[in-house]
């Protein structure tokens, strides 16, 4: 995390109501030596690393003309970068320990969403690293889960970014049911148990996938516009 206060919380939460022990390391995970370091000290601190979570993340709505490259490259540091350098940095103890790394993605990841290029590319991106590195780890006993959980109240869209790198005035709507981070978490909790590879959490993402994949047009015509706040149009040849 990058914010002190929200780290000393969330132990002091732990501790108290779930008498669980936690290292709370101030960390920006695009920073490679900083991703070294923190997990040097987790490893120090428990004696390695069983679970590796790939949380980190931020968007933005902006249409490709109107966003700044800075933007595009905060972007990818973060949401891709930042993943690929905790995994490497957990990897030789998660290979000792025959761990399992879990990826929070989106439907972003096998489908386009408008006014997000920049997080599409970053999730788009993010399942071909770890879809391949699945393959690469068979037989180390090492499972990689990619988790799309679809829309979840979190701060992610509240601190989305527009075309300048600012902080939107309004945060873009979502479109379908939003889930809470506890039903979100507890369904992860259950799929790392069962070591999924794929733990799609919405409909809405389950229909984008299928859609996207095998039937384009459809989900241009029908699905596109509903995720990206326009009227859908009507559904015709396909």
């Not at 700044?68 to 973060?78: D, G, K, N, P, S």
């Not at 909790?189 to 959490?201: P, S």
Request: aromatic share 8%.
């Amino acid at each position: 995390d990058l914010q002190q206060q929200a780290l000393d919380s969330l132990v002091q939460h732990l501790a108290d109501h779930h008498n669980a022990e936690a290292l709370g390391v101030l960390c920006d995970v695009a920073d490679a030596a900083a991703v070294e370091r923190a997990m040097a000290l987790t490893v120090e601190r428990f004696g390695g690393i069983d679970v590796l979570v790939n949380n980190a993340g931020i968007t933005h709505r902006s249409s490709f003309a109107d966003t700044e490259l800075a933007v595009f490259q905060r972007i990818m540091a973060v949401n891709y970068f930042g993943a690929l350098h905790c995994t490497k940095a957990a990897l030789p103890s998660l290979i000792a320990r025959s761990g399992q790394i879990i990826v929070l993605s989106s439907l972003s990841g096998f489908a386009p969403l408008l006014y997000r290029s920049a997080y599409n590319s970053s999730k788009h991106a993010l399942h071909g690293l770890f879809e391949t590195l699945r393959y690469e780890l068979k037989g180390s006993g090492v499972n990689v889960m990619l988790v799309c959980p679809g829309f979840t109240a979190t701060d992610l869209r509240k601190n989305a970014l527009v075309g300048d790198g600012s902080v939107a005035a309004q945060p873009p709507l979502a479109m379908g049911k939003v889930a809470s981070p506890q039903d979100v978490a507890e369904a992860i909790y259950h799929g790392a148990l069962k070591r999924r590879r794929l733990l799609v959490l919405s409909n809405v993402d389950w229909r984008a996938r299928v859609l996207a994949r095998f039937f384009p047009r459809l989900f241009e015509r029908v699905l596109l516009p509903r995720l990206s706040g326009l009227k859908p149009q009507r559904a015709g040849r396909f």
